[in-house]
């Protein structure tokens, strides 16, 4: 009996924690469903919080890129404005333009040529290149040009 008893014994302790194991294995089962249930839950709502803020971004978004269509819209009309003014300008004949937003345009063949005139006669009189220059508009390097230009067509004719 001695030898039945201890046997008898470790039966007894091995099924007491047997079921031990079995109790601690459900708990700890129980546990982690909970914990997955509540994580789940957390990032639910944190996926709607950012859903939530994707659709007010996108919705500000939309509305700049109506915004920025409204301006493009804007600005190629008055491109197509500006462009029917050009070619009604362009489609005038030349004695009909004069100025363009107040400077001279185009200038009269005789009126260009009594400047020229007006540049030589005022070397002739002795008047140095910067003060002619500064009279008549044209720049230093066209008035030497200018007089040389005089200069040929005399010695020619």
Same mark, same amino acid.
Do not use: C
């Given at each position: @009996? !001695?030898?039945? *008893?201890? @046997? =008898?014994? &470790?039966? =007894?302790? !091995?099924l007491?924690?047997?079921?031990? =194991?079995i ?6 089962n ?7 249930? *509540?994580n789940?839950?957390e990032?639910i709502?944190e996926? /709607?919080?950012i859903i939530?803020?994707? &659709?007010n971004? +996108? ?6 890129l109506?915004?920025s269509? %409204?301006?493009? /819209?804007?600005i190629?009309?008055?491109? !197509?404005i500006? $462009?029917?003014?050009?070619? +009604?300008?362009?489609g %005038?004949?030349p004695?009909?333009?004069?100025? #363009?937003n107040? %400077?001279?345009?185009?200038? !009269?063949? *005789?009126l260009?040529?009594? %400047?020229?005139d007006e540049?030589?006669k @005022?070397? /002739? ?5 910067? $003060? ?5 508009? #044209?720049?230093?390097? $066209?008035?030497g040009?200018?007089v040389?230009?005089?200069?040929? /067509?005399?010695?020619?004719?």
């Amino acid at each position: @009996m !001695d030898i039945q *008893n201890p @046997m =008898v014994l &470790q039966i =007894v302790i !091995d099924l007491a924690l047997f079921f031990a =194991v079995i109790i601690l294995l459900w708990r700890v089962n129980a546990n982690i469903k909970n914990h997955e249930v *509540n994580n789940h839950q957390e990032m639910i709502s944190e996926l /709607k919080i950012i859903i939530a803020q994707s &659709q007010n971004t +996108a919705d500000k978004f939309l509305e700049t890129l109506e915004h920025s269509r %409204k301006s493009l /819209k804007e600005i190629a009309l008055e491109l !197509d404005i500006k $462009e029917k003014r050009v070619k +009604a300008i362009l489609g %005038k004949s030349p004695r009909e333009i004069e100025t #363009f937003n107040g %400077k001279p345009i185009l200038k !009269d063949v *005789n009126l260009s040529q009594s %400047k020229y005139d007006e540049a030589i006669k @005022m070397i /002739k009189n002795g008047y140095s290149v910067e $003060e002619t220059a500064s009279a008549t508009g #044209f720049p230093e390097g $066209e008035i030497g040009l200018i007089v040389d230009l005089s200069r040929i /067509k005399n010695e020619n004719t």
